[in-house]
């Protein structure tokens, strides 16, 4: 049984509700709003796709499949004409009455229907053929004569929508019979490939492309020399990811078809891939080390699915196998906790409420993706495990164990035992991780072990200053400067307000146990305050670890219920926590610990952008919040008052009985430190072997026992 059709087969019919016949066309059909923007077209293209496998797969593996074949082909055809007929060389207004194409992103749409057209074969009347090749036709000669090709590293950063721009030409290239044309279309194609996956170093590289220099097609780096991606601001390892997956769909295009796959598409996507797969936990979760600022494991999560599959077809790594076969067990386990057959009903069910828009693009995504996995393991993956069960006694390369990006202020380290990250310059800024290899579930991004300051403002948004950032042997070491800002007040005549500054050091020990946060935060004038919680260590408890975790502390152990229906705090006795047996915090000094339980899912989609729809929405994902200090009601407080100043120990892959052990026979202990801006913890790692961990949270250098620390650093050496 292909896996990928079982986990599909339910959707079409627990979405019909979606799908919409037009009056006097009954032979368009939408799924969606039906309107022209990019959004409603590329929902109904991905739904499109899934229909076209469903439809097409064969005898058997399609078993739990609620919809006849005829009529997931009856859907199917009428979307794609939908889209075919509302495009500006179409005949046809879409559902407000315009059409759509022409754009940056037309082109992403008809790439992901893609495999639906290669699925259908000659069940795609020719009719349809011919108004496809017109519509791609249409787009090739606006991107030829209208678009140009930019790129940049903030600025213009286009590396996903240069890749499929670049496809959507090498495709209609196969449509025109006119040499001229086609050679002018594959020459844009190409200039848009190589630089959609550019770096710094291409524009002065003498690599031969098509009997030209690299540095020739060069226009701009969309990518760090270190493969680093600011793309909407931040350091962004998702769209890594669909900038791979577009990769992968021309690939599997190329391959059906027999085409010769074109100059360019693969350019560094070899060494994108060993960064993603450095982010990519053993069960295929996504380990988004600078955040995300839309819904939590949807979108280009799902797009993983095809870029593993093309890592196994075109560079033949066998870990990505483990990667697909651990994110259908992710995906099988949200289904199993709907039980209507959707993928994302409970924990989207505010979103679908308040922007039905929105819900049916993230099914019809996932829905996408699982169809392109279905559609692609049938073909090839009898090829894929037969390579691979060849190669299984040939040591496999190691993944990347350690990874930094100097702009984002980024450090990524792992290993057998723990995964440890930090980002400055990420989504909600800055956050840092530290889980057990196998706790991926666990993990939460937004401003995660930064602390979390909140004033009277709907937005709080933090300014960073990055004083450190390097990477050592098996770990890392990284201190900053936030300063929180308070904006969109409810009173009219309320202005931005700085409310609060935070100073951070964060050390990653090479022991692949330990990370030490230290944290000292304090008020900024005399501001209203609604949160105040230090070290906010968030762990995720959600459907996809079954809405439990285990806590025990000294003397005490509870089981802590997903989305309990009412806010509580918990204190915790001691000095210690372990949580499902695998992640413990131990304090060394600060506010007593606490875990902080809101009533209903509290991540959301970033209010940075949209506070009162994002309020609307609610959360997707529910996370316990582990606390050193928590007030959550209204106050004030004085000028330059303490807020929280703590510093901790996380050890990752550890049980309660050992933390217990760890906190009894070696805690970490408060250094003290004679300047007052100096913070320091005698930390034990898992070699026995104690540190000093000192940060200077000043302006200034400081000089501990000769040893002069810079501004804003964090230093460890050993003490035994």
């Known amino acids: 049984m292909n896996r990928y059709l079982d986990l599909l087969a339910p959707w079409p019919t627990a979405m ?5 016949r037009f009056p006097g066309r009954t032979d368009c059909a939408c799924y969606g709003p039906g309107d022209h923007g990019h959004w409603a077209l590329q929902s109904n293209n991905t739904a499109a796709a899934a229909f076209a496998v469903l439809a097409t797969a064969p005898n058997g593996d399609s078993a739990s499949c609620t919809m006849s ?13 939908f889209t075919l007929s509302t495009h500006l060389s179409g005949d046809m207004d879409a559902a407000d009455g315009k059409r759509w194409g022409h754009s940056w992103i037309s082109a992403l749409g008809l790439e992901r229907l893609a495999h639906g057209i290669d699925a259908l074969g000659d069940l795609l009347p020719s009719q349809d053929r011919e108004a496809l090749a017109r519509v791609l036709v249409s787009e090739a000669d606006w991107l030829l004569e209208s678009y140009p090709v930019v790129a940049g590293l903030v600025d213009n950063n286009k590396p996903e929508s240069n890749i499929w721009n670049g496809c959507l030409l090498h495709r209609a290239a196969q449509c025109v019979a006119d040499p001229a044309r086609r050679d002018a279309y594959r020459e844009k194609g190409t200039r848009f490939l190589l630089n959609g996956i550019s770096v710094p170093r291409d524009a002065s590289s003498s690599e031969q492309i098509v009997g030209r220099a690299l540095s020739d097609w060069h226009v701009g780096a969309n990518l760090f020399d270190d493969m680093g991606c600011d793309h909407h601001g931040y350091q962004n390892i998702g769209y890594m990811v669909i900038c791979l997956s577009n990769i992968a769909m021309l690939n599997f295009s190329c391959k059906a078809q027999g085409w010769e796959a074109p100059a360019g598409l693969y350019h560094h996507a070899r060494e994108l891939w060993e960064v ?16 995300d600022t839309r819904v939590r494991y949807c979108y280009c999560q799902d797009y993983a699915i095809p870029v593993w599959q093309w890592a196994r077809d075109f560079l033949q790594d066998p870990d990505a196998a483990t990667f697909e076969s651990g994110w259908q067990e992710q ?6 906790a709907n039980g209507d057959g959707r993928f994302l009903s409970t924990r989207l069910a505010g979103l679908e409420a308040v922007s039905p828009s929105y819900y049916v693009r993230l099914e019809g995504d996932r829905a996408c993706t699982l169809s392109m996995g279905a559609s692609w393991q049938q073909r090839y ?4 495990a037969a390579r691979e069960v060849e190669g299984a006694s040939e040591p496999r390369s190691a993944p990347v164990t350690l990874w930094s990006s100097a702009f984002h202020g980024s450090c990524l380290a792992r290993g057998a035992q723990r995964m440890a990250s930090w980002t400055w310059r990420a989504a909600e800024a800055p956050q840092g991780l530290c889980l057990p290899a196998d706790g991926s579930a666990m993990a939460e991004w937004q401003q995660n072990l930064a602390g979390r300051v909140l004033g009277m403002g709907r937005i709080n948004t933090p300014t960073c200053t990055v004083g450190q950032c390097e990477t050592f042997t098996g770990g890392f070491a990284t201190c900053g400067h936030i300063v929180v800002t308070s904006k969109v007040h409810v009173s009219e005549g309320d202005s931005d307000t700085d409310i609060a500054a935070i100073d951070l050091a964060c050390v990653a020990l090479s022991d692949d146990r330990t990370v030490v946060v230290l944290q000292r935060a304090r008020a900024l004038d005399r501001p209203y305050l609604r949160e105040v919680k230090g070290l906010f260590l968030q762990v995720g408890n959600d459907v996809f670890n079954g809405g439990k975790r285990c806590v025990a502390w000294e003397g005490s152990s509870h089981e802590l219920e997903s989305v309990p229906g009412v806010t509580e705090t918990l204190p915790v006795t001691g000095d210690w926590l372990s949580i499902d047996e695998g992640l413990s915090v131990v304090r060394g000094y600060g506010p ?25 929405a609610g959360g997707n994902l529910y996370v316990e919040e582990i606390c050193c200090g928590c007030m959550t009601h209204v106050h004030a407080r004085d000028p330059n008052a303490e807020l929280f100043d703590l510093g901790v120990v996380l050890l990752a892959g550890v049980s309660a009985a050992d933390t217990a ?10 250094l003290d430190m004679e300047h007052p801006y100096l913070r320091g913890l005698r930390v034990t790692d898992a070699n026995g072997i104690a540190h000093a961990v000192i940060a200077n ?7 501990v026992d000769g040893r002069s620390i810079e501004p804003y650093h964090v230093v460890l050496f050993p003490l035994d």
Not at 69 to 81: P, Q, V
Not at 592 to 616: E, F, G, K, M, W
């Open 381 to 384: 993956g009898a090829e894929w």
């Open 16 to 20: 019909r509700q979606y799908l919409y």
């Open 661 to 670: 052990v760890y906190a009894r026979t070696c805690p970490p202990v408060p």
């Open 331 to 336: 995906v099988a386990r949200e289904v199993a």
């Open 276 to 291: 993603v797969k450095a982010c990519t936990c053993p069960d295929g979760r996504l380990l988004r080390i600078g955040g």
């Open 697 to 703: 949270f000043s302006d200034a250098p400081c000089e």
């Open 69 to 81: 074949r005829d009529e997931l082909l009856h859907g199917a055809l009428g979307m794609i004409r």
């Open 592 to 616: 007593p610990l606490a875990i902080h339980r809101p009533a209903d899912r509290q991540v959301c989609i970033s209010p940075n952008h949209s506070p009162v729809q994002t309020r609307d």
